[in-house]
């Protein structure tokens, strides 16, 4: 069982940074992939950024390709997403979500979710 809080959000204006962060609990964190997505209202969830279990391999979708950066610290139990020159279109809820297989995670079927946290990015 792999639990995940997700907290960072907030309300920003357009050109500015947030860093999420995915706090996990759990012995067997270090060994899961981890994925951030988020869904804006009326939309279907979209994948964002997603990290393997070491750090060492990381993916992004292109609409966020060069501003977020994605990163863990497995001694901490944390995933984080820093996210630069954020545009009002970032505006959603952004979750982390938890899988054993880093493909699984790319496919947005992970096994644990995050309740979310709302990022708002305003023009």
């Known amino acids: 069982q792999v639990l995940l809080v997700e907290s960072g959000g907030g309300l920003v204006q357009a050109g500015a940074s947030l860093r999420l962060s995915c706090a996990a609990s759990g012995r067997t964190f270090s060994s899961y992939a981890i994925g951030w997505f988020r869904q804006a209202p009326g939309k279907a969830r979209e994948f964002v950024a997603a990290i393997n279990w070491s750090g060492a391999v990381t993916y992004y979708a292109d609409s966020v390709k060069g501003r977020f950066t994605i990163s863990r610290d497995n001694a901490k139990i944390t995933v984080y997403l820093q996210m630069n020159t954020l545009k009002p279109e970032d505006s959603a809820v952004y979750s982390c979500?938890?899988?054993?297989?880093?493909?699984?995670?790319?496919?947005?079927?992970?096994?644990?979710w995050g309740q979310g946290t709302q990022v708002t990015v305003s023009s």
């Open positions: 979500a938890a899988d054993p297989d880093y493909y699984t995670v790319l496919r947005t079927s992970c096994r644990y």
